[in-house]
């Protein structure tokens, strides 16, 4: 369920986002990112998924998401050969003030879920929550790291705040 969850929600999610929010003005092109800007997540092992590749693609060639957004990366997370649950990181380009990248990321969150997200925090950082995604049992949050928007899903809140600070942990 996580990797379908992951494969549909990333060619929405980028769309949404980037025309619900002012959009800023790049020469530059939108790309698949190379797996290297994930945080490592041992034991998680990434996979990748051939459509969920193709529609970071599709969605990046989208104007309003290329006037925000360089690039994109969609992994399923992997337990023991099992998914258990996914992550998508966007980053921004450069004409987008880091003061406001937040903004982008309730609108990424519920785009992805397709539920209104909450407001919260993992440790100290400011987090955006919705349980229930797409009325499943798959919970996201969504955060802004430095120049990137990270989202993970995973079954239940539990379950997706533990990755998602292990991400953070990783990554900081």
């Known amino acids: 369920m996580a990797a379908s969850t992951g494969s549909t929600g990333t060619s929405g ?13 790049s020469g530059a092109s939108f790309g698949l990112l190379p797996e290297s800007v994930l945080a490592p997540m041992t034991p998680l092992v990434y996979a990748s998924d051939p459509q969920a590749d193709m ?27 099992k998914a258990v649950g996914g992550v998508e990181v966007y980053r921004f380009n450069a004409t987008v003030p880091a003061a406001g990248r937040a903004q982008f990321v309730p609108i990424m969150v519920q785009s992805f879920a397709q539920k209104v997200p909450t407001p919260s925090t993992l440790g100290t950082t400011p987090v955006q929550v919705a349980d229930q995604a797409r009325n499943t049992n798959i919970t996201v949050v969504g955060w802004t790291h430095g120049q990137e928007i990270i989202i993970i899903w995973a079954s239940g809140i539990p379950a997706t705040q533990q990755i998602a600070q292990q991400y953070m942990a990783q990554s900081a």
Do not use: C, E, H, K
């Open 13 to 25: 999610s980028s769309a949404s986002a980037a025309s619900s929010s002012p959009t800023a003005v």
């Open 55 to 81: 529609a970071m693609a599709a969605s990046g060639a989208q104007a309003t998401v290329n006037a925000v957004f360089d690039g994109g990366i969609s992994r399923t997370l992997n337990y023991q050969g």
